[in-house]
């Protein structure tokens, strides 16, 4: 499906997205017979345009998809991956659903709260950490599993949670990437994945499919 010429109107929703942004969401509302299917994907769009999504990246959205700015806003909170605030520049997520509870997830989001100085649920004063606990990540037999950023790894301990954080807050690395974590970090991991990943994240937004966080210059980037 070809990119859309968006119209006046959907042009001056969002006039302050790059150029790379309109791109992708011209290209992204293409994919769809109706745009309004296109809401969910054109939430991470502005997401990557702000880091969270803000009340005129919903507004913009809104313009895009048709939809009325209630609908948009039940969607972008109704999903806990719609960020809704400024996060950290490094969002942990531990998930602490069955299997990993029964790893040791509450010793492993224990570890990650006590070496980045912050609980569960909240953002580091310096704006350097984010935590959060996360229901399951579908990698169970990879339990206990940690992301940073959604660039996940498997088999994680408390040490080596901590470790983690470490590496984050001495070499605060512009992007991340699951292949390198799961290597210094990781243990046992649910299978083979088959692939290598390449793609690594910058931002709470996935680092795969249309989106690309690590493709994209951000204000992280020096
Ligand atoms: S319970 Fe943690 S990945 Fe499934």
Request: with cysteine.
């Amino acid at each position: 499906m070809n990119p859309v010429q968006l119209n006046a109107e959907e042009l001056e929703a969002v006039q302050e997205w790059s150029e790379s942004s309109q791109t992708l969401a011209r290209e992204i509302i293409g994919r769809y017979p109706d745009k309004r299917s296109a809401v969910m994907p054109l939430l991470y769009v502005s997401m990557l345009e702000n880091g969270y999504v803000t009340a005129d990246g919903m507004s913009a959205v809104a313009v895009l998809t048709g939809l009325t700015g209630a609908q948009v806003q039940a969607v972008a909170s109704f999903y806990s991956m719609y960020k809704r605030e400024e996060l950290g520049k490094y969002l942990v997520s531990v998930c602490t659903s069955i299997s990993c509870f029964l790893l040791g997830a509450d010793d492993v989001l224990a570890a990650v709260e006590d070496e980045t100085g912050v609980p569960d649920g909240e953002t580091g004063t310096d704006g350097t950490f984010t935590v959060e606990h996360v229901e399951c990540n579908g990698a169970c037999g990879g339990a206990p599993v940690v992301l940073v950023n959604y660039e996940m790894v498997e088999g994680v301990t408390p040490d080596k949670a901590r470790d983690l954080v470490q590496w984050l807050r001495d070499g605060g690395p512009d992007v991340v990437n699951t292949e390198e974590m799961q290597k210094l970090f990781g243990g046992k991991k649910s299978f083979d994945w088959g692939v290598n990943e390449t793609e690594g994240a910058v931002l709470p937004v996935p680092a795969f499919g249309p989106y690309g966080s690590s493709k994209k210059v951000t204000r992280w980037s020096s």
